[in-house]
């Protein structure tokens, strides 16, 4: 099968993962990265997911990559049991040409990047970079222990040429525990992605920042048009 012919679904197991989520300095500016016909949450809330995926084994088609993906949570529109926000992608950032391939077809505004996770002691260090230059650092504290294991559904949004198309990315994931997001620098100033930086202090939104060790999900292959 020729890696320009991914089949829809793809499946990924066991990435080490980092999910945060904050509000942005700038709310204004954040929003402005939204196309018509979506509006940002209430809270304004910003999302991102630092995560790697370090053998091909642990893919049914991508192979091994890293990956930061980012955007907003949005208004009007849910995962399918309610639980949490649909989500907007504005930046993604794929080490992988086949992976970037796959999903820039469906929407995913995909350009090179890669992702480092690095566990010194309890503290988990995240790191982006585009270019050769780091554009983004967290920093969280983790525990070893798995405080429960999480499934369910995330939903995201993009846009394929007029239409906005939402699709539905299962997932079960070990929750770490303990977990505290300690800081999310955006160190490029002069990078797009700067407009969604967090304000300061840091406001984060803890309902959806966690540490997954073990993190398996599907790409989906079914999307539908948000209506």
Known sequence: ?????????????????????????DPGAAAALL???????????????????DRPEQTSG????????????????????????????THYFNSS?????????????????????????????????????PIIRTTARVGNKIATVA????????????????????????MADPYELLSIEFLAKDHPVYALRPGSPLEVVKTASWHAPRSSFVYPGGERDLL
């Open 97 to 133: 040409e086949a992976v970037r391939r796959y999903v820039a077809e469906r929407g995913v505004p995909a350009s090179p990047g890669t992702t480092t996770l690095e566990l010194h002691g309890k503290e988990l260090v995240a790191t982006t970079t585009v270019d050769g230059v």
């Open 62 to 89: 991508f192979g091994d990559y890293s990956l930061t993906y980012l955007g907003l949570d949005l208004a009007d529109h849910t995962t399918p049991d309610g639980s949490a926000p649909a989500r907007f992608f």
């Open 35 to 53: 196309p018509n016909g979506i509006r940002p949450a209430a809270n304004r809330a910003i999302y991102m997911n630092q995560y790697v995926v």
């Open 1 to 25: 099968m020729s890696e320009s012919k991914l089949a829809a679904p793809q499946m990924v197991i066991d990435s080490r993962m980092l999910y945060s989520s904050w509000v942005p300095a």
């Open 151 to 174: 499934r369910g559904h995330l939903t995201y949004v993009t846009k394929v040429g007029d239409r906005l198309v939402a699709g539905n990315y299962p997932f079960i994931a070990d």
